[in-house]
């Protein structure tokens, strides 16, 4: 964390591991993806604009094919989106409910500064299960590496980050709802699928997930099937609660990707609208 009088910033973590840390190449990494991820969507002819995305967060040698087929989705709608609401696992600090980070005014990445919506706290700041609690973000990557992939695809936006520990589908849930906005919010849930399975296994597995996410069943989906089962979960409630439908971008794995196949981690991306 690096402090500029009063302003801090989120320093990145996974800058030149998970993702180049030289600018230059990032944007050209992200650009790829992005291409051929739009080569893909004109085949589907799919143009409206998401309310939701799930998107995987791994390294993007590994994640950055499928995630890109979820943020080709927001290239056209640039200038409607000014607010992003992310939600993601905690991978390393243990912690019951929702966290947010009230120190950082911004997150940095190679592609310069991401402000961070610190007044939309204060819409869910008296809900019991959200607390402000930094531990968890300090050395967490599901969120960050997001944010390449939106600074090319939306330019300027503004992110209100959650970290989600042991909770309640409907706990997450509220948050989502009291946060939910109009055609300027979308709301990313950061989660990658099935770990260190087979390829035959992991395939399978995937797929009974992506079936329960098309079908809007969160009580379908445990931590067994993905990392971030819990605002996975919440996300598909609140949608079943809106009437949103769920369409699958894109499914595969590390297997499929960039690694061998005796154990790999599966990797979906989801839109909903």
Same mark, same amino acid.
């Given at each position: 964390?690096?402090?500029?009088?009063?302003?801090?910033?989120?320093?990145?973590? +996974?800058?030149?591991? *998970?993702?180049?840390?030289?600018?230059? !190449?990032? &944007?050209?990494?992200?650009?790829?993806?992005? @291409? %051929? $991820?739009?080569?893909?969507?004109?085949?589907?002819?799919?143009?409206?604009?998401?309310?939701?995305?799930?998107?995987?967060?791994?390294?993007?040698?590994?994640?950055?094919?499928?995630?890109?087929?979820?943020?080709?989705?927001?290239?056209?709608?640039?200038?409607?989106?000014?607010?992003?609401?992310?939600?993601?696992?905690?991978?390393?600090?243990?912690?019951?409910?929702?966290?947010?980070?009230?120190?950082?005014?911004?997150?940095?990445?190679?592609?310069?500064?991401?402000?961070?919506?610190?007044?939309?706290?204060?819409?869910?700041?008296?809900?019991?299960?959200?607390?402000?609690?930094?531990?968890?973000?300090?050395?967490?990557?599901?969120?960050? +590496?997001?944010?390449? *992939?939106?600074?090319?695809?939306?330019? !300027?936006? &503004?992110?209100?980050?959650?970290?989600?520990? @042991? %909770? $309640?589908?409907?706990?997450?849930?509220?948050?989502?709802?009291?946060?939910?906005?109009?055609?300027?919010?979308?709301?990313?849930?950061?989660?990658?699928?099935?770990?260190?399975?087979?390829?035959?296994?992991?395939?399978?597995?995937?797929?009974?997930?992506?079936?329960?996410?098309?079908?809007?069943?969160?009580?379908?989906?445990?931590?067994?099937?993905?990392?971030?089962?819990?605002?996975?979960?919440?996300?598909?409630?609140?949608?079943?609660?809106?009437?949103?439908?769920?369409?699958?971008?894109?499914?595969?794995?590390?297997?499929?990707?960039?690694?061998?196949?005796?154990?790999?981690?599966?990797?979906?991306?989801?839109?909903?609208?």
């Amino acid at each position: 964390m690096t402090s500029t009088g009063k302003a801090t910033s989120r320093e990145t973590i +996974v800058a030149g591991i *998970f993702y180049p840390a030289n600018a230059w !190449e990032l &944007r050209r990494a992200v650009w790829s993806f992005l @291409a %051929a $991820a739009k080569t893909a969507k004109a085949k589907t002819d799919r143009t409206e604009m998401p309310k939701a995305l799930i998107v995987p967060h791994a390294g993007y040698t590994y994640s950055g094919p499928i995630a890109s087929s979820a943020y080709a989705q927001l290239t056209t709608h640039a200038g409607k989106l000014s607010r992003i609401v992310l939600l993601g696992p905690s991978h390393h600090v243990p912690f019951t409910g929702l966290a947010y980070n009230s120190a950082a005014a911004t997150f940095l990445t190679p592609l310069g500064a991401v402000p961070v919506d610190q007044e939309a706290y204060a819409e869910v700041y008296d809900l019991p299960q959200v607390r402000c609690y930094e531990a968890p973000f300090i050395g967490e990557h599901c969120l960050e +590496v997001q944010l390449p *992939f939106l600074q090319i695809s939306l330019g !300027e936006f &503004r992110i209100v980050p959650f970290l989600v520990g @042991a %909770a $309640a589908t409907e706990e997450v849930a509220q948050v989502i709802a009291y946060l939910w906005g109009g055609v300027e919010t979308l709301i990313v849930v950061s989660s990658d699928l099935s770990h260190y399975l087979d390829y035959e296994h992991a395939v399978a597995m995937d797929a009974e997930t992506t079936r329960a996410i098309e079908s809007l069943r969160p009580e379908a989906i445990t931590s067994t099937h993905a990392c971030g089962h819990v605002p996975l979960g919440s996300l598909l409630r609140e949608a079943q609660h809106r009437g949103l439908k769920a369409r699958t971008l894109d499914l595969r794995n590390s297997g499929d990707t960039a690694g061998p196949r005796d154990r790999v981690v599966g990797y979906g991306a989801y839109a909903f609208s």
